[in-house]
């Protein structure tokens, strides 16, 4: 007390803490090995960027260092996923150790397994139990019965508009894998990179509850609008509802959350749709190989070895047909 007069309390300023490209800097330049640091740079480099170079590294949520992730490298093999998801995870622990409020790459966003390592094989009965369950929402039962019925990959269904659907005749275009645009002169050729995926009675039945009369625009919207200063493809959005286009990782998220039993990040993941599905037809009597790639649509046959598993009666009738022509009279 100074003059009869309380003295005001005055808070110190409390420093921010470094911005995203500060701390993505610093973390590169304390690389001791110049091989690590040039592995990291473009992981870390991209992903800063996304975020916003200039932005407090304490203000970034969680969430976004896994879109941006998904951004880069969703559609990546899964080794790039990996690698790319090790470094930034390199990045934000080397933050936390050094005392700075940063964010943590998301549970779901989680490493891949490895291409020569087992996919879990998931019983119809699982799948059929998952759609069925209360807390499951009607976009989640219609886009995994969606995935499964059609066998497709996660990112092609999830790219799928509602003027893209021919419901007719129960099927829907998609953009081949690995697949460019042709060109003939100055037209491109879009059809030449589509193919046809199929779905059936489950997916028909839900699909007019989920689109509730919408005509046009993603068949999988997020339930909230776009950030103000996202910038969002014209196709990407419902021109009726404003809601934008359900990313990978805010499906991976959701069905982790659904899914798992020893906490976040240990459910199923999307391709398990892919690879079940794939594995019950090909154990199903009188799908053959090439049918299966039809419904795969795998440019090689080596691709189903995985799924295709004749049985010792499948190839016993088949030799049969080896008889001589009296054994069948």
Not at 12 to 29: E, I, N
Not at 124 to 137: P, S, Y
Not at 297 to 318: I, M, N, Q, S
Request: hydrophobic residues 40%; proline residues 6%; glycine residues 8%.
């Amino acid at each position: 007390m100074r003059g009869g007069r309380v003295a005001e309390l005055v808070a110190l300023p409390v420093a921010a803490g470094p911005t995203v490209r500060a701390a993505a800097d610093a973390f590169l330049d304390a690389q001791p090995n110049p091989n690590t640091a040039r592995a990291y740079t473009t992981a870390v480099g991209k992903v800063a960027e996304h975020l916003g170079d200039a932005r407090p590294l304490a203000s970034v949520a969680d969430d976004e260092v896994g879109q941006a992730l998904e951004l880069q490298w969703g559609g990546a093999a899964v080794n790039t996923w990996n690698a790319r998801r090790a470094a930034v995870l390199s990045w934000l622990g080397w933050c936390h150790v050094r005392g700075y409020a940063a964010p943590a790459v998301p549970a779901w966003a989680k490493r891949l397994a490895p291409p020569d390592s087992v996919t879990p094989v998931r019983s119809k009965t699982a799948v059929d139990r998952l759609i069925a369950r209360r807390e499951v929402g009607l976009r989640e039962k219609t886009l995994y019965q969606m995935l499964y019925e059609t066998a497709a990959r996660a990112e092609e269904i999830l790219g799928l508009n509602i003027e893209d659907l021919d419901l007719a005749q129960r099927r829907a275009p998609v953009k081949a894998k690995g697949a460019a645009t042709r060109r003939r002169g100055s037209a491109a050729r879009e059809d030449a990179v589509r193919e046809w995926v199929y779905l059936d009675a489950g997916t028909a039945r839900l699909l007019p509850r989920l689109l509730k009369g919408r005509t046009r625009g993603p068949v999988f919207t997020t339930h909230r609008r776009p950030a103000p200063g996202k910038v969002v493809g014209l196709r990407d959005v419902c021109p009726d509802t404003g809601m934008a286009r359900l990313s990978y990782g805010q499906a991976r998220a959701l069905l982790d959350r659904h899914t798992a039993l020893a906490g976040s990040g240990t459910g199923w993941d999307l391709h398990e749709f892919r690879h079940s599905a794939l594995t019950h037809l090909g154990r199903t009597p009188g799908v053959n190989l090439l049918l299966l790639m039809a419904k795969s649509r795998h440019r090689k046959a080596d691709g189903l070895r995985l799924y295709f598993h004749p049985t010792g009666e499948d190839v016993a009738a088949l030799t049969a047909h080896l008889a001589p022509g009296d054994a069948r009279r």
